[in-house]
Every structure is written in structure tokens, then in C-alpha cells.
């Protein structure tokens, strides 16, 4: 068997077993999602998805070894500290509830290591430049260092604010990863346990992935969209996280209108509005999210017609947000 259909092989049945297991676990773990005024869900959920998914691909990896199957992704080393950091940053909220201050301005400090090493290589002498349109971007290193620690900063953040819906986060990480992986970058052990996750919570959640895995996906995503060619067309990488970041953008906006803090959190996202649309069911609302996603990914290769889709799904954000951006109603 081909290395990389091996490697998802394994993660996924490593992903479904550590989620059966862990789920059993979370109670003496502390690890419950209760219901409250913010959530959709109505009964305590395990929040062990994304530990149970970094288990599945480090299992997948030890055994990949073993059997002389190992694809050891590339990327510096600082980045993958980084990786870590974020999904450590995740557990340890799932668990004991950080501030939203705390977690951003830690947040903050591993989102520049991560973007350390990238941004020496776009400050590298004889590096051709950045192709957006017709333009030629050439950042210095402070530049390049800023816009890449916005970049691993704003990913998994926005993964993590969307994450409010079973399964949605889910599948819209494992629609890009496939991306990646048609695109040629190794994503085979992150898809198995994505899909082993997936699996698990339908038609009925057996756990959520919690910060650990909306985190751990979001700076997987940005990783691997840059070195799936989104550091030399970072259009492309823009597409493909659109559905995300624009609907986080709007977020930010609503609260500014509102006069609150950036950090409150609230029930004015996409998917809370699309699952309104659908009289609470999760299946419609995460499938209908799905093909919004999988429609920016058809449509990222051709920038004109992803613009013009965009233009399209920000008026429905704002049809959505009329209230609070207009003041129709009281914050």
C-alpha cells in the first residue's frame, strides 16, 4: 500500500478509536461542553475531539515508522513548535477556561515564531516577489514578519470563532486539506483523523473538538496553505480561507457597531444564522456551509470568478448582520 493511503488509513481508525476512548474519558478529565445561552447544543458534550485527532496522527506516524511508511512533513522547525504551542494553548483552555486576553497575547508570541523562518525566506535576497493580480509584492523582513504573524494569527482564530456548529469546522478543514493534498502537499494523516472525527459525530455528536482541535486544524490550514503555494500566491490562500476570515471580519464589526469588546462573544455568526435558516438542523446547516466552502476551493484557481462569488457572499453577511450593523435593534 502507497504510503499516503496508508498513513490515512491508520489515522483514521486510530482517530476513531482514541474518540470512542476519550469521549468515555472526558468526565474524570473535566472536559464537558455544558449547554448555555451562547451554544446550540442542548446536552453535555465530551470536548475531546481534538485531542483524540493529534493521538490519531502521532500514532499514525509512530506505526508509519515501524513500517517504513513515514512521511515526515517538511516545514522549519519553529514552526511546528509553534503548531504545538497552539494546540497545547487549546487543551489546556478546553480544561481550565482561559481569559480571552491571556490566550490572545499567547496566541500573539507563537503566531511570530511560526512566522520567523517563513518570513527570512521572503526577505532572502533574489526571492522574485509576491504575485497578487497584476502586482508584484515585495516586503521587507519587518513587513513580511507582520503579515505572516497576522496570517498564523488570524487562521486559527477564525477556525476557532466558527467552530459553532457540530461537524462544520470538521468538514471545512478536511474540504482545504484535500485541496492541499490534490495540490501535491502531504495531508493524508491530518484527512484520516478529520474524517475519523467526522464519522464519530454523525448523525448524533459523540464529541466536539473543542479549542484543541478548532486551534490545532486552523494552524495546520495555514501551514499547509503555504507551503501549498499560498506563499507564492497568496490569493489563492485568501480564497480558500474566506469563508472563515470574512465572516470573523464581520464579526469584528458587528462589535465594533455594537460598542463592545473585540473578545465578546456573541451569536451573530454564519453558522448560528444558517442554522436559524434551517430550524436547527446541524446536518442542513453544516452541509449547506460545506458546499460554500467547497465552492470557493472550485473557485480559487480563477480569481475574477472567486471575487465576484465573494462580493456575493459578503452581501448575504451583511444581510445576515442588517440589525447590529444598522442599528435596527438594540445591541
Avoid at 113 to 139: C, D, M, S, Y
Avoid at 297 to 317: D, R, T
Amino acid at each position: 500500500m502507497d504510503a499516503p493511503y496508508f498513513l490515512f488509513g491508520l489515522s483514521f481508525g486510530f482517530s476513531v478509536t482514541t474518540g470512542f476512548l476519550f469521549s468515555h474519558k472526558a468526565p474524570n478529565w473535566k472536559l464537558i461542553d455544558s449547554p448555555g445561552h451562547r451554544k446550540v447544543h442542548v446536552r453535555a458534550t465530551p470536548r475531546t475531539g481534538g485531542l483524540a485527532m493529534v493521538a490519531a496522527v502521532a500514532l499514525a506516524w509512530l506505526v508509519g515508522a515501524w513500517a517504513g511508511q513515514l512521511h515526515v512533513p517538511g516545514g522549519p522547525w519553529q514552526t511546528w513548535v509553534a503548531g504545538l504551542g497552539f494546540i497545547l494553548v487549546g487543551a489546556l483552555d478546553d480544561r481550565f477556561s482561559f481569559q480571552p486576553r491571556q490566550k490572545f497575547l499567547v496566541l500573539l508570541l507563537l503566531s511570530a515564531l511560526a512566522a520567523w523562518p517563513w518570513a527570512q525566506k521572503l526577505a532572502a535576497p533574489g526571492f522574485p516577489g509576491i504575485h497578487v493580480g497584476p502586482w508584484t509584492l515585495r516586503p521587507g523582513g519587518f513587513a513580511g514578519g507582520l503579515l505572516l504573524t497576522l496570517w498564523f494569527m488570524a487562521v486559527p482564530n477564525a477556525t476557532n470563532i466558527e467552530d459553532a456548529i457540530n461537524g462544520y469546522m470538521g468538514g471545512f478543514a478536511l474540504i482545504l486539506l484535500a485541496a492541499m493534498a490534490w495540490n501535491g502537499v502531504h495531508t493524508y494523516a491530518l484527512l484520516g483523523a478529520l474524517a475519523g472525527f467526522i464519522v464519530l459525530n454523525w448523525p448524533r455528536a459523540v464529541h466536539f473538538m473543542g479549542d484543541c482541535g478548532s486551534f490545532g486544524c486552523g494552524f495546520l490550514l495555514a501551514e499547509c496553505l503555504l507551503r501549498g503555494g499560498g506563499f507564492e500566491r497568496p490569493l489563492y490562500a485568501l480564497i480558500l480561507t474566506a469563508p472563515v476570515s470574512l465572516d470573523m471580519a464581520m464579526g469584528l464589526v458587528r462589535r465594533l457597531r455594537r460598542r463592545v469588546s473585540p473578545f465578546t462573544p456573541d451569536q451573530g455568526t454564519l453558522p448560528h444564522h444558517v442554522l436559524g435558516l434551517v430550524k436547527g438542523s446541524t446536518l442542513w446547516a453544516a452541509g449547506l456551509l460545506w458546499v460554500n466552502a467547497l465552492v470557493f476551493v472550485l473557485l480559487a484557481p480563477h480569481p475574477w470568478l472567486a471575487g465576484s462569488y465573494g462580493v456575493l457572499f459578503v452581501g448575504v453577511l451583511v444581510m445576515f448582520n442588517r440589525a447590529s450593523l444598522f442599528k435596527l435593534s438594540p445591541p
